[in-house]
């Protein structure tokens, strides 16, 4: 592999109103969509040697909008599962836990749909995608949510997950990992499109 480019999912109405979506497998919105048609000009004429996407809905739409219609789903990809906290915001549980923080103190467990996961898990499931995409040939694309490519990244530079606070992800953008002297390095980050200019730093 020499370079992967990271597409996080367009906007869903749970994104918007800032609600923890874990395996929730919510649509994207009309703005969802016109964010990940934006995203095109960064896979359009591009050759990949592997494409993995998330089986949630918001992340397979995503992909194909932006024209990454052959693709893989992988169940490692899905975003971290919030258990109880499930379709909350972090206000709504702040009412009841003033000082939580998700990254440092992780979830309750929910239902039997929703049992939650810790951060370890989902570095652990981070760490496996990050193994194939090494293995992958030429440039690998992976189409998937905010707090899991954010720990995907941190596990990229040798971080422990916890360290993928540090990296803010809005919806409809996109980042690049790669190497300097052979090096795992983050390249791009959180990048938006340019309207009517496509995305930048390619």
């Known amino acids: 592999m020499d370079e992967m480019i990271l597409l996080r999912h367009g906007e869903t109405e749970w994104s918007r109103d800032r609600r923890h979506t874990g395996r929730t497998d919510m649509p994207l919105t009309p703005r969802g969509e016109e964010q990940a048609r934006a995203l095109a000009p960064l896979t359009r004429d591009r050759s990949f040697g592997l494409v993995l996407v998330s089986p949630a809905l918001r992340a397979r739409r995503t992909a194909e909008l932006a024209g990454l219609e052959r693709y893989e789903t992988d169940p490692d990809m899905w975003e971290w599962d919030y258990g109880g906290y499930e379709g909350i915001t972090s206000a709504a549980i702040r009412e009841t836990r003033p000082d939580w923080y998700l990254w440092r103190d992780g979830v309750v467990p929910g239902d039997a749909a929703h049992p939650g ?3 370890a898990q989902v570095g652990a499931r981070a760490d496996r995608v990050l193994e194939r995409a090494r293995r992958a ?6 189409v998937a949510h905010g707090h899991y490519l954010r720990i995907l990244a941190a596990r990229w530079v040798g971080r422990p997950p916890e360290d993928g606070r540090f990296l ?16 795992p390095v983050i390249l791009t980050w959180n990048a938006p499109v340019r309207p009517g200019r496509g995305p930048a730093g390619i």
């Open 117 to 119: 996961e810790s951060i």
């Open 137 to 142: 040939a030429g440039a690998v694309a992976l």
């Open 168 to 183: 803010r992800l809005d919806t409809g953008t996109y980042s690049r990992l790669g190497f300097e002297h052979g090096r």
